[in-house]
């Protein structure tokens, strides 16, 4: 499918380094845009960045104190403006609720709806004057349950309530926020998460199995999405939360 033509608009992707983010970056670039890559790994988005030429890079932690502002900064330093955030960066996490304790909930909860809110705060002005866009990347589990894995599944549920609240909130300033919610991707997240190979390829083989159209996505699949919710054409889509998934959400 063609992309939108995103010539001289500026977009901040997180989690750039890798999976659907290095896709999302790699994308928007391809249509045109300015791309400003964030994550904490500098070899992983310098590997972004050999893709596309539009691709830069921006190394930051976005738990850090001032990190929205930060990122900000460095976009609009470096072009004057933001049309579009792509809060992509989040971790997963195996947790039963035997297992549940305060610092791995708060570690969740601050990179997967924290420093989405945050970045998006930073980058508010900029969005009303470009009539820009929000991109959340939530989850198949942001509206299904997840055993084993509950809060990871509310942090996306918060992500996916953000979406539609901001939607209202900002539509009189022109400033769309949608989300997508992707199925089982291949990624890093798996690993991130600290599971060991054997875990991690017995988990996508069972997803493989559960997904109608009977495997995980790629993502580029997922990326061509979040591009399309940017495109500035799209001039009547807001609130909404797209999952793509191969259709797991329905049996799921
Ligand atoms: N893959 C799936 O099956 C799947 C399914 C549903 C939803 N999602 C969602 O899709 C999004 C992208 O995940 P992915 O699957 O592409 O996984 P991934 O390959 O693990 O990508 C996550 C990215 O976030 C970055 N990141 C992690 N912690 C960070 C921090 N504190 N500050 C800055 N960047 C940070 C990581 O880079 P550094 O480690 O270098 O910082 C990494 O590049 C996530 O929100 C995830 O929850 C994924």
Redesign the pocket.
Known sequence: MPHPDLTGRVVIV?????????AAAVAFARAGANVLG????RT??QETAAEHPNVATFP????ADGAGGTIVRAATERWDRVDVVVN?????AAMPLADTDAARVSDLFA??VV?PSLLATAALPYLRTTHGVIVN?????GHRPMPGAAH?AAS?AALEQLTRSWAVELAADGVRVNAV??????????T?AGLSEGVVESIKAEEARRIPLGR??E?DE?ASWIVRLADPTATWLTGQVLTVDGGLELVG
């Open positions: 997180t989690g750039a380094g890798s999976g659907i983010g290095r964030v994550g904490r790994r992983a988005l930051a932690d976005l738990r992509n960066a989040g971790v997963t990179l997967n420093a990347v939530s989850s198949t589990y990871y996306k919610a992707p199925g089982p991707t291949e990624s890093e997240a798996l991130a995980r996505g993502p997922v």
